[in-house]
């Protein structure tokens, strides 16, 4: 992976704006969307603890989407 802290701006398919940003190199990133005109954490750490599975490959097949419209995948 490239080494960057913010993703470009991706509108998915659903209509909602996300992006995946972390606050330093050495931190994981997680997955935010707009809602009115600010960025909300959706809910991938919460997914995990809730043993939600459902959302959280959702979130993941997300992410990996994101990094590769990115080029966070080389």
Do not use: P
Request: some cysteine.
């Amino acid at each position: 992976m490239a080494l960057q802290l913010h993703s470009a701006d991706y509108l998915h398919d659903d209509g909602i704006t996300y992006c995946i940003r972390r606050e330093s190199l050495n931190q994981d990133f997680t997955i935010y969307e707009r809602r009115d005109g600010t960025w909300v954490d959706s809910g991938l750490d919460q997914a995990v603890k809730d043993v939600n599975f459902a959302e959280f490959k959702r979130l993941g097949l997300l992410i990996k989407t994101i990094m590769d419209a990115d080029r966070w995948v080389a």
